[in-house]
């Protein structure tokens, strides 16, 4: 609890563009949660470089997605938006943490076993113990909320394992985290292949609507999209197509499904993708003035970097300290 608040912490990588689904499905529905959580929102660069990157590149990006936060809508007042690697108790604490984990958990993680597939060539330590550091990164804020989505909850999973391994040795130290289950934002679909999740590392740009597509390219990704021959807006899951894309639109106007099917009965799929991308557009391009006006005001920025990890460091030591003292680390004399 931090000032008679829950607190909530969730972290984003800054590899790959956010797309239209972590926006309606995650970012835009965190915009209210600091009325009621105490909200810590990390850029996880940390655990980015468990795969090679190119460090330019990681710079930008990262500094792209805090900006980002704050232009769809996350006041850096009131959520402590911050990158990881400022804050050295993230990795202070994962250390302490390796030691109270088995490789017998690490080893089940699904996620370990997808990325070393993947990167073959590279399967470093730091990709094995990447639950780790993330369950440092929750445990450090003594977070009670975490939004993840699905492929996330086995590591929210093992969070809460080691967290009662260690209260169960040295007494109450860390909250013990639960996985968000507030209002969640849509599950928005692969506009090429509706039945898989939109993703940011999708290999098939038409799959995903970026956030800083121009209108020109939204309306061509949506034209392309995949639908069915039924011929009828429907809103019936079996219409993986449609189904999405009813969901789209009712996520960028408010209107309900039921609504949408009349509002489109008797016309063809082609007025139908036209409406969901003009919608798409004009959630988009405010989010985008914003983030073109933020990106220029540098210092700003930069003040927000600074004042949000320092804000971060101390609650992340208050932490640190007394897990230090717990497992037995002598007094600091400085
Ligand atoms: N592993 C998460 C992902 O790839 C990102 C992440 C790192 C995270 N630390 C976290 C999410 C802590 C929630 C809480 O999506």
Not at 318 to 333: A, C, D, I, Y
Request: hydrophobic letters at 35%; charged letters at 25%.
């Amino acid at each position: 609890m931090i000032d008679g608040k829950k607190v909530l912490f969730s972290g984003m990588q800054a590899t790959g563009n956010l797309t239209l689904g972590n926006y309606l499905g995650a970012l835009k529905n965190w915009v209210t949660l600091c009325d009621e959580y105490e909200c810590f929102y990390s850029v996880v660069d940390l655990h980015s470089i468990t795969i090679r990157q190119e460090p330019a590149e990681l710079r930008k990006r990262a500094r792209a997605l805090l900006t980002l936060y704050i232009a769809a809508g996350l006041d850096p007042e009131k959520n402590c938006l911050y990158y990881q690697s400022h804050v050295s108790g993230h990795c202070e604490l994962s250390w302490i943490l390796n030691c109270f984990t088995y490789m017998g958990e690490l080893n089940r993680m699904t996620q370990f076993k997808d990325k070393a597939a993947k990167h073959a060539d590279n399967i470093n330590a730091g990709l094995f113990t990447y639950p780790v550091l993330m369950a440092a990164d929750i445990l450090l804020y003594q977070a009670d909320v975490v939004p993840v989505g699905k492929d996330q909850l086995q590591h929210l999973e093992i969070t809460r394992d080691i967290a009662q391994r260690f209260n169960a040795i040295y007494g109450d130290v860390f909250a013990i985290p639960e996985p968000y289950v507030g209002k969640t934002g849509a599950s928005i679909k692969s506009l090429q292949a509706p039945e898989k999740k939109m993703s940011k590392s999708d290999e098939n740009p038409n799959a995903s609507i970026y956030l800083m597509d121009d209108p020109d390219t939204i309306m061509r990704k949506f034209r392309r999209a995949v639908t069915d021959s039924e011929a009828q807006v429907r809103y019936n899951p079996e219409q993986a197509g449609i189904y999405n894309l009813i969901n789209i639109y009712s996520a960028c106007t408010g209107k309900m499904p039921e609504e949408i099917e009349k509002e489109f009965d008797g016309k063809g799929y082609g007025d139908f993708k036209t409406a969901v991308g003009e919608s798409v557009v004009s959630v988009l391009r405010p989010l985008q003035e914003r983030y073109t006006d933020l990106s220029k005001n540098k210092d700003y920025i930069d003040s927000v970097i600074k004042n949000n990890a320092e804000k971060a460091d101390y609650y992340a030591m208050k932490t640190l300290r007394k897990v230090q003292k717990k497992v037995g680390f002598p007094e600091r004399v400085r």
